[in-house]
């Protein structure tokens, strides 16, 4: 779904996700979280986003979490596991959540962040980050993502991403060092 419903820097965005939350759980000694569930999560958090599967009345993180749980119960996922699945999702784009109370979670928070604004860059080696970037390239992701995000705070003042507009979020993607 995710390659034939996003955008090719959406996509990228997503598989970067994935790339940086599998690395950087690996350097934290993160075990013990189910992998298929997190590149499931990865690839589909954004989707929400795209004009396919755009909610008008809801969060695009909650769009998002329910379009992921109709793929998993199609994929053959258990009630208990579609569930993890859009919860994980949705929390992408909550206050930090510790690796105790959800660790595929915070595997993503951590990723999506250094991916849209720089944040934890530091977690990751510069040889891994090159790497990363090459194989994923960002193809004018800040720019994009952030007309995104304006469009969801636009016409959903009370969503996540309308806070993130009105913080100086907008500038921390601007000037991430992956650009």
Known sequence: MCTEFAEPWLRNHSLRAYSWAV???AS???????????????????????????SHRIAFEEAGGQLAKVLAAGAGWDTARRERLNEVIVLHMRDDVPPEHDVEAHLLQIAVSADVSGRRLELFTPEFTEEVLGRYP?????????????????????????????????DRVLTNKLD
């Open 138 to 170: 960002r193809l004018g992701f800040a720019e994009k993502f952030l007309a995104q995000a304006r469009d969801q705070a636009t016409r959903k003042p009370d969503c996540a991403a309308a806070e993130l507009m009105r913080s100086g979020w907008p």
């Open 28 to 54: 934290a000694g993160i075990t013990g979280y189910d992998d298929e569930l997190l590149y499931v999560a990865a690839l589909m958090h954004d989707l929400a986003l795209t004009p396919f599967f755009d």
């Open 23 to 25: 690395a950087y759980g």
